[in-house]
């Protein structure tokens, strides 16, 4: 069955730097793009990254561009959230997402989130 | 970027009874819409997507309606393990993904 399991979170000092892993299993990685989503404590639901199968499209919510680097490795079914100069406000469960296509009518696609792991927390604090 | 806008805020339901969660976007996003559950401590789980879709293994008491702009989630049977927050997001126009402020469902 499908399995996402996030790793590398702690607590980090502001201007510190983080990376999170996202372990995946069950299905061909390779196949899927993969995305990010993080909940501050008593917030809803931020997108904040995604990347392609190939590893070649990347997008950032414009609250981490700059900051924040996503990568994949598909030899090792292994998605990577590179976090730097890490604010208060980035404190939050960081999960990572595997993305599932759907053909719109005229011809392109749309990606809606279809197994989620179970987060890794980091904690921004001095 | 498209606002997603949830309503109510919390439902307070008692057991058997039906509930309906409301989500409204800030321009179409015709069929594009996922609901999410999310238990404290659990991952977040797709329940809906394409407005209507139920995924894998969700139970037939959960159904979605709407296009464009209006949408709804109603659980028609409300059992104790459906307590959660519930969350719509839209996936037309990307990026961004956005997600509503959620609405937690509660067992009376």
């Known amino acids: 069955q499908v399995q996402l399991v996030e790793s590398g979170g702690g607590l980090v000092k502001p201007g510190g730097s983080l990376r999170l892993s996202c372990a995946a299993s069950?299905?061909?990685?390779?196949?899927?793009?993969m995305t990010w989503v993080r909940q501050a404590p008593g917030k809803g639901l931020e997108w904040i990254s995604h990347?392609?199968?190939?590893?070649?499209?990347?997008d950032y919510a414009d609250s981490v561009k700059g900051r924040f680097s996503i990568s994949r490795d598909n030899d090792k079914n292994v998605l990577y959230l590179h976090i730097n100069s890490l604010r208060a406000e980035d404190t939050a469960l960081y999960y990572c997402?595997?993305?599932?296509?759907?053909?719109?009518?005229?011809?392109?696609?749309?990606?809606?989130?279809?197994?989620w792991g179970q987060g890794t927390l980091v904690t921004v604090s001095s | 970027e498209v606002v997603m806008t949830q309503s109510p805020g919390t439902l307070s339901v008692s057991p058997g009874e039906r509930a309906t969660l409301s989500c409204r976007a800030s321009q179409s996003v015709s069929s594009n819409l996922a609901w999410y559950q999310h238990k404290v401590g659990q991952a977040p789980r797709l329940l809906i997507y394409g407005a209507t879709s139920r995924a894998t293994g969700v139970p037939a008491r959960f159904s979605g309606s709407g296009s464009g702009t209006e949408f709804t989630l109603t659980i028609s049977s409300l059992q104790s393990e459906d307590s959660a927050v519930y969350y719509c997001?839209?996936?037309?126009?990307?990026?961004?993904?956005?997600f509503g402020q959620g609405t937690k469902v509660e067992i009376k």
């Open positions: 069950g299905f061909i990685f390779g196949d899927y793009y």
């Open positions: 997001q839209q996936y037309e126009d990307w990026p961004p993904w956005t």
């Open positions: 997402a595997r993305m599932r296509d759907s053909l719109n009518y005229g011809g392109d696609y749309s990606y809606y989130f279809d197994f």
């Open positions: 990347i392609s199968s190939s590893g070649s499209t990347l």
